[in-house]
């Protein structure tokens, strides 16, 4: 038997994780919850019957942190469409470019991290786009995620979740 879970939201309605039930009915009976949406079942003690909760809400507002893209070489080739940052060339083998190269104080970071062909990169070199007369096509940034993001895997097996996932109504109906 597979192990039922429960969409957790915050106080604002907006998704903040899955539980399994079991720790959705103990938030709920420690008043730190409220059953929003009933799931299918229910669970037995020796004094009561609890009906399943498919979705909670927290009583109280959780602060949390926004998610972050892991800065990888892969993350950073998917943030310029797998393409090179200065001529816009899809290239097999992309490398990693500093705008500002390490060696001259540049950061191992979202905002001088491009991807680059291995020929504008080799052109480029140890020296910056401007004295290597380079342009870049966009000005490189952290990209940002959905919070929403991680609640996706889950839709198709819990159609009841989608009135409360922005962008999940897609995922739900291709199931």
């Known amino acids: 038997m597979s192990v039922s879970l429960a ?23 420690r008043g730190k919850a409220e059953v929003v949406e009933s799931g299918q079942g229910v669970m037995r003690t020796t004094n ?18 926004r998610p972050r ?7 950073v080739f998917a943030r ?8 816009g060339q899809g290239a097999n083998e992309l490398t990693l470019d500093h705008v500002v190269p390490r060696h001259r104080g540049g950061r191992h970071s979202w905002e ?27 000005r490189p940034r952290e990209p940002r995620v959905s919070i929403y993001h991680g609640f996706l895997q ?11 996932i922005p962008g999940a109504e897609a995922v739900g109906v291709a199931s």
């Open 7 to 29: 969409l957790v939201l915050n106080q604002n309605y907006e998704p903040l994780n899955v539980c399994n039930v079991r720790r959705a009915i103990v938030l709920v009976l």
């Open 48 to 65: 009561h019957h609890f009906s399943l909760p498919s979705v909670i809400r927290m009583v109280y507002y959780v602060r949390r942190p």
């Open 69 to 75: 893209v892991r800065l990888s070489r892969r993350e």
């Open 80 to 87: 310029d469409g797998w393409a090179c940052a200065y001529c």
């Open 112 to 138: 001088n991290l491009v991807s680059a062909c291995k020929p504008c990169n080799h052109r480029k070199a140890g020296r910056t786009p401007k004295e290597a007369r380079m342009r870049l096509r966009t």
């Open 154 to 164: 889950y839709v198709r097996r819990y159609q009841d979740w989608i009135k409360f």
